[in-house]
């Protein structure tokens, strides 16, 4: 029995100025995202891990460098654990998107045209190639432990390929930013073993 652990990145400069960065570059950890990974990292000392995967998006590179000096293994690349082109909304603030455009985030998860037709890649494009990677990792990784460090929207359309979510579920999930959401593979079949798990000091904070 293997685990799949998908790491959202730590706390980045957009997550604090509310902005949907999406794949715009030069977008950095915050000094809080630095030490919130290097808790989730010190977790990930005793877990066994066999290889980290990551998002080529910059927050997330510089989150699985983070766990790769833990846990001496060489970060891998993998395009397909990148954040969402935002298409149309890149760079905009949230308040400015719902004001203009309603609640774009539950049209997101309810797959609803207006997003596509914004240049916004869909939901389901995200479960496919999100998927697509796990399955190369069960494959290839029989019965290990491997990180995928990736942003909330892929880890969300994990959740809800395992646990059917529905997209007002999704809208109110939140994925702490550098906790980890672990999901437990035995002959090919997925079950959820943790979700937003962080350093205990995290807790008593807001995510």
Excluded: C
Aim: no cysteine; net charge negative.
């Amino acid at each position: 029995m293997g685990q799949i652990i998908f790491l959202r990145h730590g706390q980045a400069t957009n997550n604090v100025e509310r902005i949907l960065a999406g794949r715009t570059k030069g977008i950095q950890l915050t000094e809080t995202g630095i030490q919130q990974v290097e808790h989730t990292a010190k977790l990930l000392e005793n877990m066994n891990i066999s290889a980290i995967y990551s998002s080529p998006i910059q927050r997330a590179e510089h989150t699985a460098n983070i766990v790769s000096e833990h846990t001496a293994i060489d970060v891998k690349i993998d395009q397909r654990l990148t954040e969402l082109d935002m298409g149309k909304f890149t760079g905009m603030p949230y308040d400015e998107i719902i004001n203009s455009h309603g609640n774009v985030f539950m049209k997101f998860y309810n797959g609803e045209l207006e997003i596509a037709h914004n240049g916004v890649e869909t939901f389901v494009e995200v479960k496919k190639r999100v998927l697509e990677i796990v399955d190369n990792v069960i494959q290839d990784h029989t019965d290990e432990n491997v990180v995928l460090v990736t942003h909330m929207d892929p880890i969300k359309a994990m959740l809800s390929t395992v646990l059917d979510l529905s997209p007002t579920n999704l809208l109110e999930l939140v994925i702490a930013n550098a906790s980890l959401n672990i999901f437990r593979t035995k002959n090919h079949q997925l079950s959820l073993s943790g979700l937003n798990v962080m350093h205990p000091s995290r807790f008593d904070q807001g995510w």
